[in-house]
């Protein structure tokens, strides 16, 4: 498109073929790849079925659906679930959401109930094992009084229509992941203790597995570090190789690397200084796999960019195969190495590793998007108060549009959740909506974010609230000064713990005109009965309750609302057991009788993490006419008007 064909419109005002729906449609997912045979099997998440997730074969060069609805499959272990699924042999397992029980599918189509479908027991991190036969699970039971029991039990066969037998293996620790039995009967498993977080620190143990009365002996630790507080050592993703080697991700040298246990001893496989793995906030375990007797297929992150990788097994140096921007799970199939990876400028793809190492897209969810309107992002690597802070730049983009000369683009500056997550570069539909329509994004990975190492995550360490803020407030200074967003027109928007980073930034600082926030955190002391995995989250983060009482209570943005001085949305699901929905009324009601400008969207049937196509379509309509309204420009859509209480005309 020449010059003359380009129209000059205000930022924020630019026409976009990119609409609401076609956001939500590109909310279709793949995740969970695994290896079976010459076969492919991972899961694709429907964002037109309210997110309802299934489970995808490849065979003989055909894709099939294999669990149609209304099958759902979802694990809710640790409430963020994962290993939902798990394949052998053609023996499917599979969490099935729909009715809360563990189903087993055979080679021939023949499916039957594993459990009883209680839902106050919740299975994940599935490994099915035809020939014992049993499915492997972490198990976490809300029948016992108090705080949920989790424990690594075997599910037996069914007897004729009634659930098969069901045996704990293994219980005491707080919590327990990735179980992973060797060809030769040694179970393999990660069990930490409160109040760490997995990345904090792990066990790896390994045990003896008697398959007739399916019980452990001579259990031994082969990995790991407790630690006193949080300093201990994080291990990943156990998996045995062919030749009977434990394969795993450790952090002890500040990395997450690759390492070996040969039954004797546990050595590094490469002295890379770069993550090859990511913190383990879901279950589930592919994060690697054996390409060969020699090389492990994995990826790793430097400085925010992703590569995938094969690690060698016997000392040669790591060879960095096709550049990507992140890498959901990786397996192999008679040898040859596959994986799920986000594209920079395309969707989500399933992918086969050539031998040259490049990347052959065998499955992509919808089409490629049309460059004209494709921001790719600029990575800004810069020197924050708490360290070094990495971020994501994405400036306007659209072919058909250009801003009057002299104006900067109003700019929304998201801040990821976790916060123990990472930001990457990946092609979001969403980000691509407001930069096609003249909005800037900026995408940062503070202090505490994932895939920097340990030292980068550990800044965090009692100082969520303080280091996460004044890196996203760097970040937004860093981008004024280079040119790239209008100083008076830059929003911050964040969901669950990004939201807590949101708010506190808009109640620390002037620097933002408007605030978003999605089931944000907004009073510390309400998270101190949540749910179990995160129950002792915030001892790392803030402090130990009620020793730090003070400090829960400084940093709450609830008690500092006296600052807040700009429009905001607050956007909440009405059934959220992570940050409940007391938590946005509170901050709503409070927002409005200062008299400042407030939205609150309440969504029904919604939890943590909105996944209903219309909640979501709803959603950014609202936050697209909040920020219209608030920074003064008027959107070419056609959408309804958000009501914004005590926001004044304008003129």
């Given at each position: 498109m020449n010059s003359e064909q380009t129209r000059i419109a205000p930022y924020g005002s630019w026409d976009s073929p990119i609409g609401i729906n076609e956001v939500v449609s590109a909310g279709a997912s793949m995740s969970d790849l695994i290896g079976d045979g010459a076969d492919l099997w991972w899961l694709e998440t429907r964002p037109e079925q309210d997110s309802r997730t299934t489970v995808m074969r490849l065979q003989d060069g055909q894709v099939s659906e294999v669990t149609p609805g209304p099958v759902n499959v979802r694990s809710r272990v640790n409430e963020y679930g994962g290993g939902a699924s798990h394949v052998r042999d053609g023996v499917l397992a599979y969490c099935d959401d729909a009715d809360r029980t563990v189903k087993l599918r055979s080679p021939d189509g023949t499916t039957r109930i594993l459990t009883s479908g209680d839902p106050r027991v919740r299975y994940g991190d599935l490994r099915v094992h035809p020939k014992v036969p049993m499915v492997l699970a972490v198990r976490e039971d809300h029948r016992v009084a108090g705080e949920p029991e989790t424990t690594l039990v075997a599910l037996g066969w069914p007897r004729g229509d009634e659930p098969g037998s069901e045996v704990v293996l293994r219980r005491g620790a707080d919590f327990y992941a990735n179980p992973a039995?060797?060809?030769?009967?040694?179970?393999?498993?990660?069990?930490?203790?409160?109040?760490?977080?997995?990345?904090?620190?792990?066990?790896?143990?390994?045990?003896?597995?008697?398959?007739?009365?399916?019980?452990?002996?001579?259990a031994q630790m082969v990995a790991g570090r407790a630690g006193e507080g949080f300093d201990g050592v994080a291990v990943h993703h156990p998996r045995w190789t062919a030749d009977g080697a434990l394969v795993f991700t450790s952090d002890a040298s500040g990395y997450f690397q690759l390492c070996q246990w040969d039954g004797q001893q546990v050595r590094a496989l490469h002295s890379d200084q770069a993550d090859f793995d990511l913190p383990m906030f879901v279950l589930g375990n592919h994060a690697h796999a054996d390409v060969s007797g020699e090389e492990i297929l994995s990826w790793r992150l430097d400085e925010g960019l992703c590569?995938?990788?094969?690690?060698?097994?016997?000392?040669?140096?790591?060879?960095?195969?096709?550049?990507?921007?992140?890498?959901d799970s990786v397996a192999t199939a008679l040898g040859v190495g596959y994986a799920i990876v986000d594209r920079p400028i395309d969707h989500r793809a399933l992918v086969r590793l050539a031998p040259d190492g490049t990347l052959e897209v065998l499955r992509s969810l919808g089409e490629s998007p049309d460059r004209n309107v494709s921001s790719v992002a600029r990575s800004l690597v810069f020197q924050g108060r708490h360290g070094p802070v990495q971020a994501w730049y994405y400036p306007p983009t659209n072919a058909a549009f250009r801003a009057p000369s002299g104006t900067r683009p109003p700019a929304v500056l998201r801040v990821h959740g976790g916060p123990t997550a990472m930001a990457t570069n990946a092609y979001n539909a969403t980000v691509q909506f407001w930069t096609s329509r003249g909005i800037a994004v900026l995408d940062v990975n503070y202090s505490g974010s994932a895939g920097f190492g340990r030292r980068w995550r550990d800044r965090l360490r009692g100082l969520w609230g303080v280091a996460d803020v004044d890196d996203c407030l760097d970040a937004a200074e860093a981008a004024i000064d280079a040119g790239l967003a209008d100083p008076g027109r830059f929003a911050i928007a964040g969901g669950s713990a990004g939201g807590f980073t949101a708010l506190r930034a808009l109640t620390t600082s002037n620097r933002f005109g408007a605030g978003v926030s999605r089931y944000g955190v907004v009073d510390l002391t309400a998270l101190l009965d949540t749910h179990k995995f995160e129950s002792h989250y915030l001892d790392s983060l803030v402090g130990r309750y009620p020793a730090e009482q003070q400090l829960y209570r400084q940093r709450s943005p609830i008690n500092n609302l006296d600052r807040l001085n700009c429009p905001i949305l607050v956007l909440q699901g009405a059934e959220d057991a992570v940050v409940p929905m007391a938590q946005s009324t509170a901050l709503a009601d409070a927002v409005r009788a200062r008299g400042l400008p407030v939205a609150l969207l309440v969504f029904d049937g919604e939890g943590h993490g909105f996944r209903k196509a219309q909640t979501r379509a709803d959603a950014l309509a609202a936050e697209f006419s909040f920020l219209a309204q608030v920074f003064g420009f008027t959107p070419a859509d056609d959408l309804p008007a958000l009501t914004v209480e005590n926001l004044a005309p304008q003129t």
């Open positions: 039995l060797s060809d030769d009967g040694r179970l393999a498993w990660l069990e930490w203790r409160h109040p760490a977080m997995p990345w904090d620190s792990t066990l790896l143990k390994v045990a003896r597995f008697h398959p007739v009365d399916w019980r452990l002996e001579d590569r995938l990788a094969l690690v060698s097994r016997v000392g040669a140096p790591t060879r960095r195969l096709a550049g990507v921007a992140a890498v």
